[in-house]
T-cell receptor
């Protein structure tokens, strides 16, 4: 089945620094990927839609200058958390539809970000 | 606008007993409905989906769900629960023809031995 990977699986950074999270589709091409954040024991909140070769589409309330998304190839999207603050600490998950007419999505294993 | 509701934060069952996780939806048009499961510190795993066709959908790990249009529900069921089914379960809906998922709040399932 389709596999989506994320790197790193966890990261600790200091306030004010930037962190880049990668999302890769390993065995299929993804023109669209999605980025979510999840707080402990809560649901997933869609942050943005990453579009290969064009600008990302951000959900209302998500700061596009803080959460930079780049979808440079058909298998890679990156989320960069700029000038991170402790309130950015969260579990970040990406997903991608495999492109078949099936509509389910495949999710990455997630990245745990802790900002100290 | 589309949304799903999972009315139960937690469901506790004994191993071997039937398991039901409830989900109701609100969507314009015909819904595309999904169930995903999440284990601690992991991403989501697809269980099953309803797009069209038979109202009873069978999925992974022995789970099934029944689409009920009149009650706008899509409850997840398993006839005999296992301890390994203990996890966080999410119901989700797509707009017809799209991929932008809206998730329910999630239901934590605990299956006791």
């Amino acid at each position: 089945g389709a596999v989506v990977s994320q790197h790193p699986s966890w990261v600790i950074c200091k306030s004010g620094t930037s962190v880049k999270i990668e999302c890769r589709s390993l065995d299929f091409q993804a023109t669209t990927m999605f980025w979510y954040r999840q707080f402990p024991k809560q649901s997933l909140m869609l942050m943005a839609t990453s579009n290969e070769g064009s600008k990302a589409t951000y959900e209302q309330g998500v700061e596009k200058d803080k959460f930079l998304i780049n979808h440079a190839s058909l298998t890679l999207s990156t989320l960069t958390v700029t000038s991170a603050h402790p309130e950015d600490s969260s579990f970040y998950i990406c997903s991608a539809p495999p492109g078949r007419i099936s509509y389910e999505q495949y999710f990455g294993p997630g990245t745990r970000l802790t900002v100290t | 606008a589309q949304s799903v509701a999972q009315p139960e934060d937690q469901v506790n069952v004994a191993e071997g007993n039937p398991l039901t996780v409830k989900c109701t939806y609100s969507v314009s048009g015909n819904p595309y409905l999904f169930w995903y499961v999440q284990y601690p510190n992991r991403g989501l795993q697809f269980l099953l989906k309803y797009i069209t066709g038979d109202n009873l959908v069978k999925g992974s790990y022995g789970f099934e769900a029944e689409f009920n249009k009149s009650q706008t529900s899509f409850h997840l069921k398993k006839p005999s629960a296992l301890v390994s089914d203990s996890a966080l379960y999410f119901c989700a809906v797509n707009p017809p023809g799209g991929y932008k998922l809206s998730f329910g709040a999630g239901t934590t399932v605990t299956v006791r031995a």
